[in-house]
Each structure stands twice: as structure tokens, then as C-alpha cells.
């Protein structure tokens, strides 16, 4: 049997999150993946392996999406086929630490209500951690809500960014409504 592998690296402040207490989410997710993780806690390296490739890709996207500041509950979601996890970098859009944070707080807006809006209208998590904007949900929900962020980080009103959700909201439940 071909043995695949991975190696990556995850900042040194969500080592802890994934291993989890006792070990626990790193033991967890070896079962769910059927892979082997080693975690260098003192560099963040990680190094994990498995016979199935597509488990192996789902485990990859998992420590991914812990690394990028997700709790590992809404990481273990990717474990689903209709789940994705999409990364934006706001190095792209900010110039400067000034500008990147400005950048987070437009995005997050006050007490999180921009983000919260992005979320429920789209059905996914999104994540501001370090110099990311990361998010997971479904393909049609994910593509969306990576508009409205990317319309926010282009300076767009947060107002029309609503309203464009609102359209795009309605778009979805009729086309679940008639199956599409």
C-alpha cells in the first residue's frame, strides 16, 4: 500500500488547539482521517500520513483550518464532502500593519456584526486570525461569502455589501426551494 504525507506548519499559539486536552482532537482526528500526525510543538511543524489520499487531503484541511484560527468542531466540518475552506491573504489588500488592521475591524465590524451578518446569510464560518480572513461552508455559500469580504476589503459600503447578501440569500433559498 502507497503511504501518503504532508507536512506543514501552523503558528506556535494553535499547537495547543491541535492537540487538544490530553491529546484529545489530535486523537480524534487520526481516527476520523485514518492518518498519523506528529505536531513539532516547538516550531509548529506538522507532519501527518495515511494510506487513504482523500482522508489524508481532509486531514490536511482540518490542521489547516486550525491553524488559520477555527475551533476544531467548525475544522471538523471539512470532513464532510459538501464542506470547503477557502483562506483570503489581506496582505493582498494591506500595504501596511495600519491598513491590515483598519482591513480587520471593516470586515469584523462593530461587536462582530459585520461578520455575523456575512455568516448567517451565507451559512458559513469565517475566521479573522493573524493576516487571513479564512472560511468554511458550503461551495455556493463559501463563493458568496467571498465576495461580500472581498467587496468589504475593496472599500466597498457595508451597507450595499448587506444588501448584495440579501439578493444572493434569496437567490439560494429559491433555488433550493425549486431544487436546483
Known amino acids: 500500500m502507497v503511504e501518503y504525507s504532508y507536512e506543514m506548519k501552523i503558528p506556535k499559539d ?12 489530535k486523537k480524534q482526528l487520526e481516527e476520523n ?15 501527518v500520513s495515511g494510506e487513504d489520499a482523500i482522508l489524508l487531503f481532509s486531514a490536511r484541511e ?14 471538523m466540518l471539512l470532513m464532510q464532502q459538501d464542506y470547503m475552506f ?35 446569510m451565507t ?14 461552508g458550503p461551495p455556493e455559500g463559501t463563493s458568496i461569502a467571498r465576495k461580500a469580504v472581498e467587496s468589504l476589503l475593496d472599500g466597498s459600503p457595508h451597507s450595499n455589501v448587506y ?5 444572493k440569500r434569496k437567490e439560494m433559498k429559491k433555488s433550493e426551494i425549486l431544487g436546483l
Open 14 to 25: 494553535r499547537v495547543a488547539v491541535l492537540i487538544g486536552k490530553s491529546g484529545a482532537i
Open 33 to 47: 482521517t485514518k492518518s498519523k500526525i506528529k505536531v513539532d510543538s516547538e516550531e509548529g511543524d506538522v507532519f
Open 62 to 75: 482540518i490542521i489547516k483550518a486550525i491553524g488559520r484560527g477555527f475551533n476544531p468542531e467548525i475544522a
Open 86 to 120: 477557502e483562506v483570503i491573504d489581506l496582505m493582498d489588500y494591506a500595504p501596511t500593519k495600519r491598513h491590515l488592521l483598519r482591513l480587520k475591524g471593516r470586515v469584523i465590524g462593530q461587536n462582530g456584526k459585520s461578520r455575523r451578518i456575512i455568516e448567517e
Open 123 to 136: 451559512e458559513t464560518y469565517l475566521c479573522v486570525y493573524g493576516k487571513t480572513i479564512s472560511l468554511i
Open 163 to 167: 444588501k448584495w447578501l440579501e439578493g
